[in-house]
């Protein structure tokens, strides 16, 4: 009991220094002349770049290669000049194909480009979110041709960086780009580029299968058992479960009470993956987006791998705030998890027998239907 007051207490503690540095912040943007948030982006476009590309040798004939794909880099991106080829992805307990396409390009002028070079010249010069749609997109493309030959099983799996999930836009963009191909949403898995947040992946060892693990978190019936870091959570259209273009609403609890986020999934692949990204903003944040992927690790054993991103304003104080914000959300994030884990740890039986009784139910509507 008393731990539990003493980490109340912390907790309360990090947010009050959080408020007292948004106060801070406010005061000193309207007293300093601190330079554009244009030059900020950019040093943190190429402290990604440095991750992304630190296999990489550098040296002079990579700067020229650098400049000179610069230099034709709205030309290059054009969408038939991105060629993708396509590995395959096995789930060994899954029907279906899933498919990953990888980048390659050949430019008559320059000739063989490597992609990841060319990846890093598109951080550099703030082309990253465009670069992410065009490859949407071709991949799209591809998978409706497949589907046109009859192909049904296929569905694609894209990584996209942080910067194109947490844009207001990306969602209902994306929805349109499925709508126009009358390509289902289950077709189509997105995940966070990896290499670009690495120091922002949470693995946690769960005692459940998968799709048990998937489904204690994303039902709201279950979630609301465990959950210690929102007091309410649910879909605003009145599902029981989000999917791909659903916007939730989550109020927060304890000593985050007062904030709420407002989410929409770009990617809900059960029982493998989902990822959100924030709507509008919501203090401290002003970008967030997360990720949630599941392995099995054998009987009734399974790994949640939770990727994150976000951004913390206001700007003039970032780098202030942000350390401080990623260790109150880090700390709730651990208690969070380990609390689902005891809750499966007693209730993953229940939970799978409420997911043959769901299964039931749907296919006996299902053989309803005229």
């Given at each position: 009991m008393h731990q539990g007051n003493h980490d109340a207490a912390s907790d309360g503690a990090a947010l009050l220094v959080v408020l007292l540095v948004f106060a801070l912040a406010v005061a000193m943007e309207h007293l300093s002349n601190l330079r554009s948030d244009a030059g900020r982006?950019?040093?943190l476009r190429r402290g990604f770049s440095m991750m992304r590309t630190s296999a990489l040798a550098h040296n002079a004939h990579s700067d020229i290669q650098q400049s000179l794909i610069a230099d034709h880099l709205d030309r290059l991106l054009h969408p038939d000049n991105l060629a993708l080829h396509f590995q395959p992805i096995i789930h060994t307990q899954r029907n279906g194909v899933q498919l990953e396409p990888l980048l390659r390009l050949t430019d008559p002028t320059l000739g063989r480009i490597n992609p990841e070079t060319f990846l890093l010249v598109c951080e550099l010069q703030g082309k990253t979110a465009e670069l992410d749609r065009v490859i949407v997109c071709n991949a799209l493309d591809h998978l409706c041709n497949w589907r046109a030959q009859g192909l049904d099983a296929v569905a694609i799996s894209v990584n996209v960086a942080p910067v194109t999930l947490m844009h207001e836009s990306f969602a209902p963009w994306l929805g349109l780009q499925l709508a126009q191909r009358g390509l289902p949403p289950r077709t189509l898995k997105?995940?966070?580029?990896?290499?670009?947040?690495?120091?922002?992946?949470?693995?946690?060892?769960?005692?459940?299968?998968?799709?048990?693990v998937f489904d204690a978190f994303h039902y709201h019936e279950w979630r609301c058992q465990w959950d210690s870091l929102v007091r309410r959570t649910s879909v605003e259209?009145?599902?029981?479960?989000?999917?791909?273009?659903?916007?939730?609403?989550?109020?927060?609890?304890?000593?985050?009470?007062?904030?709420?986020?407002?989410?929409q999934f770009v990617s809900y692949d059960r029982p493998v993956v989902a990822a959100a990204a924030m709507v509008g903003q919501s203090f401290p944040f002003t970008q967030w987006a997360a990720s949630m992927r599941h392995q099995e690790q054998g009987p009734h054993q399974s790994l949640l791998i939770y990727t994150y991103t976000f951004q913390v304003g206001p700007t003039a104080l970032r780098t202030v705030m942000e350390p401080v914000v990623d260790w109150v959300f880090v700390r709730k994030t651990r208690q969070r998890f380990r609390r689902l884990a005891r809750c499966l740890a007693v209730r993953a039986a229940d939970i799978a027998d409420w997911q043959q009784t769901q299964g039931a139910t749907q296919a006996a509507a299902q053989k309803a239907r005229p």
């Open positions: 982006q950019q040093l997105l995940e966070m580029t990896e290499h670009a947040v690495i120091d922002r992946k949470l693995t946690f060892p769960m005692p459940a299968r998968a799709d048990v259209s009145g599902a029981p479960c989000p999917s791909v273009g659903a916007t939730t609403e989550n109020l927060g609890a304890g000593a985050l009470r007062a904030l709420s986020m407002r989410t």
